[in-house]
């Protein structure tokens, strides 16, 4: 990859540390929303579980069934493992490196909740959720899953040392596993202690970018971990240097522009969809999944 000016490579506006929101015993840390963020336009919400780990005979995920309507969510598998089953008929069990890509769409009811062999034996546990908004056009398509085992997704060496794990969008030659409905390019970025790598994004494009662990530079500006890094829209790159071995959740969008209205599990444009949302779901039209 070559190497772009300087004037090129996005500027940092503002650094967001997530903020402790514990879920019963499931540690869990919320970088978006944030205080001075209330979205990163698509992308609406990220939730960071663990790392921690648990005992044998545990009571797993809390995550029972429960409605969305309007977005997409993301489910990055860090460690451990999660089961899925949704009300479209989906099922699958993701273990450690694997993805799983829900559209939501007009309505879905799913459970992520830990497998058996989880419950009975415990170990390490990590898990990223990144809710991606659908322009309004889209927010009816029919709900669709995709569930990816870490050896399903490719692994690209970037010139730096760095790993891409490519889950959507394309990267060179490469295409992602993934095929997005808005053009949403995602991956999860590892870097070692002293990579530097300059990672290319289209202008106009809007980076979503969170360390999950180690420390490194964006832009030159430090990050730690459990920040998300917001950037500006005009460069065509990012450039991150890491001061230690680093992992990170990388991927850009482009800007949907319409008003959010979001009401728990639902995100709509207007408030009047959030009631339809409300009295669909009530009257079963998401169809059911048992507990």
Same mark, same amino acid.
Request: proline letters at 8%.
């Given at each position: 990859?070559?190497?772009?000016?300087?004037?090129?490579?996005?500027?940092?506006?503002?650094?967001?540390?997530?903020?402790?929101?514990?879920?019963?015993?499931? =540690?869990?840390?919320?970088?978006?929303?944030?205080?001075?963020?209330?979205?990163? *336009?698509?992308? #609406?919400?990220?939730?960071?579980?663990?790392?921690?780990?648990?005992?044998?005979?545990?009571?797993?995920?809390?995550?029972?069934?429960?409605?969305?309507?309007?977005?997409? =969510?993301?489910?990055?598998?860090?460690?451990?493992? #999660?089961?899925?089953?949704?009300?479209?008929?989906?099922?699958? +069990?993701?273990?450690?490196?694997?993805?799983? &890509?829900?559209?939501?769409?007009?309505?879905?009811?799913?459970?992520?909740?830990?497998?058996?062999?989880?419950?009975?034996?415990?170990?390490? %546990?990590?898990?990223?959720?990144? &809710?991606?908004?659908?322009?309004?056009?889209?927010?009816?398509?029919?709900?669709?899953? +995709?569930? @990816?085992?870490? *050896?399903?997704?490719?692994?690209?060496? @970037?010139?730096?040392?760095?790993?891409?794990?490519?889950?959507?969008?394309? &990267? /060179?030659? =490469?295409?992602?596993?993934?095929?997005? %409905?808005?053009?949403?390019?995602?991956?999860? #970025?590892?870097?070692?202690?002293?990579?530097?790598?300059?990672?290319?994004?289209?202008?106009?494009?809007?980076?979503?970018?969170?360390?999950?662990?180690?420390?490194?530079?964006?832009? /030159?500006?430090?990050?730690?971990?459990?920040?998300?890094?917001?950037?500006?829209?005009?460069? *065509?790159?990012?450039?991150?240097?890491?001061?230690?071995?680093?992992?990170?959740?990388?991927?850009?969008? *482009?800007?949907?522009?319409?008003?959010?209205?979001?009401?728990?599990?639902?995100?709509? =444009?207007?408030?009047?969809?959030?009631?339809?949302?409300?009295?669909?779901?009530?009257?079963?039209?998401?169809?059911? #999944?048992?507990?």
């Amino acid at each position: 990859m070559s190497d772009l000016s300087v004037s090129s490579v996005r500027r940092v506006i503002a650094l967001h540390p997530a903020h402790r929101d514990d879920i019963g015993d499931l =540690t869990t840390r919320r970088p978006l929303p944030a205080r001075q963020l209330e979205q990163l *336009d698509p992308f #609406l919400f990220l939730n960071h579980h663990g790392p921690q780990v648990y005992p044998a005979n545990n009571q797993g995920l809390p995550f029972g069934p429960h409605p969305h309507r309007g977005f997409e =969510t993301v489910t990055f598998i860090l460690e451990g493992s #999660l089961a899925h089953a949704d009300s479209a008929k989906h099922q699958s +069990v993701i273990h450690k490196g694997g993805v799983q &890509w829900m559209t939501a769409g007009s309505g879905i009811v799913h459970a992520e909740i830990s497998p058996p062999e989880f419950l009975r034996e415990g170990g390490p %546990l990590e898990i990223l959720q990144l &809710w991606i908004n659908l322009p309004s056009r889209l927010k009816m398509s029919k709900p669709r899953y +995709v569930g @990816l085992q870490q *050896d399903s997704i490719p692994s690209i060496t @970037l010139p730096g040392g760095a790993e891409l794990n490519l889950i959507a969008g394309e &990267w /060179g030659d =490469t295409r992602g596993p993934i095929e997005t %409905l808005t053009n949403v390019f995602m991956s999860t #970025l590892k870097l070692p202690a002293g990579a530097r790598e300059q990672l290319p994004v289209a202008p106009g494009r809007q980076v979503f970018l969170y360390i999950v662990n180690g420390d490194v530079t964006v832009g /030159g500006e430090p990050a730690k971990p459990h920040q998300l890094v917001e950037l500006d829209r005009d460069g *065509d790159s990012v450039v991150i240097e890491a001061a230690s071995d680093a992992q990170l959740l990388f991927g850009h969008g *482009d800007v949907i522009d319409e008003p959010v209205y979001s009401h728990g599990p639902f995100v709509m =444009t207007t408030r009047d969809e959030i009631v339809q949302a409300v009295e669909d779901y009530q009257a079963g039209k998401f169809g059911g #999944l048992s507990a």
